[in-house]
């Protein structure tokens, strides 16, 4: 089986729109806030809890974090990648008509993942995977070995879409074919040259 894997931030959805409300609730700009909360994502995207990313960014700006201030940040940072892109959602749902076996493999904390499993979307992907689960992040090779192990496909099986060329690069250099993430027009250059 031929399997389709899709990232989701910048490629399913729209860049987050929750920065401004986020500085806001800290207290800051977004110019000084956003170094930060991107500083601490990789360990919170890796397993780390919602306190404890909050916690910590609240450190870097000498701001206390407790749970009841961690859940609404969380609320906020959640509903800021809610929104998706409408002609990739189209593309998807054109996909699974066909019969493609389309899987999901996102660099996100857990909350977010138990968001994504709960839409109807989500009911488009055989298999969901979130690097908060797995405790590793792309582009780091065990998530795709984890991947190919729970599709049960060799690394030649997968077409994989990023927006990052650094997690293009890691599928890649297991014998993923992947392609960087540019819009639906992306999809539809693989596609064609796949076809020939």
Not at 136 to 150: N, Q, S, T, W, Y
Request: aromatic share 12%.
């Amino acid at each position: 089986m031929n399997w389709i894997v899709f990232d989701y931030g910048d490629v399913i959805s729209k860049h987050t729109d929750a920065l401004p409300a986020l500085a806001k609730a800290f207290g800051f700009e977004q110019a000084d806030f956003e170094p930060h909360y991107w500083a601490e994502r990789d360990r919170y995207d890796s397993g780390g809890s919602d306190l404890e990313y909050w916690q910590n960014v609240g450190r870097a700006l000498n701001v206390p974090v407790d749970k009841a201030f961690a859940d609404e940040l969380t609320r906020i940072d959640v509903a800021g990648w809610t929104h998706l892109e409408p002609d990739v959602l189209e593309l998807l749902e054109g996909l699974h008509e066909a019969g493609a076996a389309l899987a999901l493999l996102s660099n996100a904390s857990s909350t977010f993942g138990r968001w994504v499993r709960e839409q109807e979307w989500a009911g488009l992907f055989r298999v969901k995977l979130f690097s908060g689960d797995l405790g590793c992040m792309k582009p780091d090779e065990k998530i795709f070995r984890i991947l190919l192990a729970e599709l049960g496909a060799e690394p030649g099986d997968c077409l994989f879409f990023d927006d990052r060329q650094s997690n293009v690069d890691g599928a890649r250099a297991i014998g993923m074919k992947a392609e960087r993430w540019v819009g639906v027009t992306t999809a539809q250059s693989a596609f064609g040259s796949s076809e020939e």
